[in-house]
């Protein structure tokens, strides 16, 4: 592919051609105009030769895709950054492994470094069992150490860590030698990142946006809030992000308002909304998302933080505020706390008023049809992490372990929530699971239940365009003229199209469907290469290879 100079400039025009261009406008288009930053053009090789006398410089795709640029619509950026530059025990396959690498990791750090380090899973390993306080003192040398599970809302630590905590055996969560949750979580987590210097978190945060951009990533949602990390990691990243270039980065605090005081404070700090992970439970994995009944392998029903009133207080004061307002809820009784507290405010202020502020909840797993209904009533945004039912769902999978077969099976019912109108955003919740906009798609597509499987077509939507217009805009996340630039460019197979069936998935590659192709995402192939992102009409990240 020739490489552009123009595409690095800020306000030069230049033609793309001799690729495939993904569009609704034109499902047969070869090239695309870019000018001051949007898309000016998009259509026909033959069309694109009057264009290219007129603009500064013409790119020769050589059969490239280009496509919208992915949003991944739930993000933890820094925390990301710091398992992308850091300790990261997602790929440890057993306990003794995961201690092996927290010693390498150790070695050589000074004694009173706090060590960051995340992505253990015990459901994963032989030994079925936590690192303990004892092992991970010796494995550590006694430093003080803070590894969060796969799913972050728990995390193992060391002797050294909680004395930097002074009373944290008196706050919910603590346990004696097991994993912290609630309250002692969120203390050993803020004393872990206290430690991290602005130098250390900037590092972090480039490397995690510079890595969203080499997959295509042009822009991030940041789910931020007092229980996650704090308002100096929240607004240097947006700072960082603003003087670019890089991936754009939406950001969301999840803290709860009461009044428009409040509401004002939420802006000045530059966030988007009043949304992302203000928790009303936590996960599965932890076995702390709020269920209407017993864990199958838990004599309890998990942890609820915001009942129905409190969710009804943060609406009803978001949406008179002019503010996007959301939730962090997983567990079906969470997930009816929710619906439930949204239709008070809706009784309140009116649904029209509900619909019109887009409100969003995050991950949304154990929906059942009341509750996707009720999505559907007040145009609630599911944004849903599709990576999740791949990594844990299936018949013997840790969501079966969890629930049992049969509540397993009904979660993350992607079908039907589409099927009853509501907007899907799709993302990754990095770190909990990797940034990669293809995989998710692949994830959606064949998700491990069939029933709730969506076509190719509509993930790749939901997380480009859908993505946008969860955080309010309708004119962005498609290449159509007037849109922005942000785009990415693949080298790909063979381009089809698919549509999800209850007996086989059905493929076409027939251009006379009307139907822009794209890449074939059968599981065993191989995932697009990305070779440019492009933001605004600016190229923030190159292939070199």
Known sequence: MTESTALRGEHRTTLLRGGEVHSPTDPFATAMVVEQGHVAWVGSEGAADAFAAGVDEVVDLEGALVTPAFTDAHVHTTATGLALTGLDLSGAPTLADALRRVREHSAGRPDGQVLIGHGWDAARWPERRHPTRAELDGASGRRPLYLTRIDVHSAVVTTALLDLVPGIERLTGYHPDGPLTDAAHHAVRAAAHAAVTPAQRESAQRAALEHAASLGIGTVHECAGPDISDEDDFTALLALAEAGPGPRVVGYWAERIADAKDALRIRELGAAGAAGDLFVDGSLGSHTACLHDPYADAAHRGTGHLDAAAVAAHVTACTEAGLQAGFHAIGDAALTAVTDGVRAAAETLGLARIRAARHRIEHAEMLTPETVAAFAEFGLTASVQPAFDAAWGGDDGMYA?????????????????????????????????????????????????????????????????GGWRAAGRDDAGVLAPGAPADYALWRTGELVVQAPDDRVARWSTDPRSGTPGLPDLTPGNELPVCLRTVVAGRTIWTNRS
């Open 401 to 465: 372990e969890r629930l049992g077969v049969e509540r397993a099976r009904t979660l993350n019912p992607y079908a039907a929530l589409l099927r009853a109108g509501v907007p899907l955003a799709l993302g990754s919740d990095s770190p909990v699971t990797p940034l990669d906009p293809w995989g998710t798609v692949r994830a959606a597509a064949f998700h491990r239940t069939p029933e709730h499987r969506i076509s190719v077509r509509a993930a790749f939507t939901a997380h480009t365009r």
